[in-house]
Antibody, heavy 123, light 107 residues
Framework: QVELQESGPGLVKPSETLSLTCTVS????????WNWIRQTPGKGLEWIGY???????RYNPSLKSRVTMSVDTSKNQFSLRLDSVSAADTALYYC?????????????????WGQGTLVTVSS | DIQMTQSPSSLSASVGDRVTITCRPS??????LNWYQQKPGKAPNLLIH???NLQSGVPSRFSGRGSGTDFTLTISGLQVEDFATYYC?????????FGGGTKVEIK
């Protein structure tokens, strides 16, 4: 059974960098797309982006200038870095596995999710 | 971005009822539509992918249909454990976007 677990600080100061790691267990990180998704009461579920096991990536244009994702296949982990955070980035952050039902177009369905980690941006 | 509009935003139903939730994307997405169930304090759980394919382990009372710009999720014979919030998500194009959710409450 594949399991994902987010880890990282729950409190980040405004203008600083949010850093989260997702550890994948029970399955290989290879051959899937690894995603970050966040949820707020106001904006609902927002896809942040993915990193493929090979290192290729795609980010949501709304966050693209501030997002960096990375993957460490040797540790079965992938990470999110979000720069210059503000209160608007306060959210429940999920990592999720994505599979591509279309073959090669990164048309992703999210079949396994972490439990989520709440990140609050506040001084 | 493709906007996903779900309706209703909430509904009240009784155990045993048949419930239908609608999702309408702002442009055609073929059948690249997924449905998730989320219970309080939990992550979303995949129910249906590619509009009508039941995810492994999901009860057969859940069904999905549609294509293009009109999709539905139906729960045939609502059970206590089905009271939750349901989301649609398009996987046709990036950025992947979600509907605003439909909260199914006990009448």
């Amino acid at each position: 059974q594949v399991e994902l677990q987010e880890s990282g600080p729950g409190l980040v100061k405004p203008s600083e960098t949010l850093s989260l790691t997702c550890t994948v267990s029970g399955g290989s990180i290879n051959d899937y797309y690894w995603n970050w998704i966040r949820q707020t009461p106001g904006k609902g579920l927002e896809w942040i982006g993915y990193i493929y096991y090979s290192g290729s990536f795609r980010y949501n244009p709304s966050l693209k200038s501030r997002v960096t994702m990375s993957v460490d296949t040797s540790k079965n982990q992938f990470s999110l870095r979000l720069d210059s955070v503000s209160a608007a980035d306060t959210a429940l952050y999920y990592c999720a596995r994505g599979f591509d039902g279309s073959g090669n177009y990164a048309r992703l369905t999210f079949d396994y999710w972490g439990q989520g980690t709440l990140v609050t941006v506040s001084s | 971005d493709i906007q996903m509009t779900q309706s209703p935003s909430s509904l009240s139903a009784s155990v045993g009822d048949r419930v239908t939730i609608t999702c309408r994307p702002s442009q055609s997405i073929a059948t690249y539509l997924n449905w998730y169930q989320q219970k309080p304090g939990k992550a979303p759980n995949l129910l249906i992918h590619a509009a009508s394919n039941l995810q492994s382990g999901v009860p057969s009372r859940f069904s999905g249909r549609g294509s293009g710009t009109d999709f539905t999720l139906t729960i045939s014979g609502l059970q206590v454990e089905d009271f939750a919030t349901y989301y649609c998500q398009q996987s046709y194009s990036s950025p992947h976007t979600f509907g605003g959710g439909t909260k199914v409450e006990i009448k």
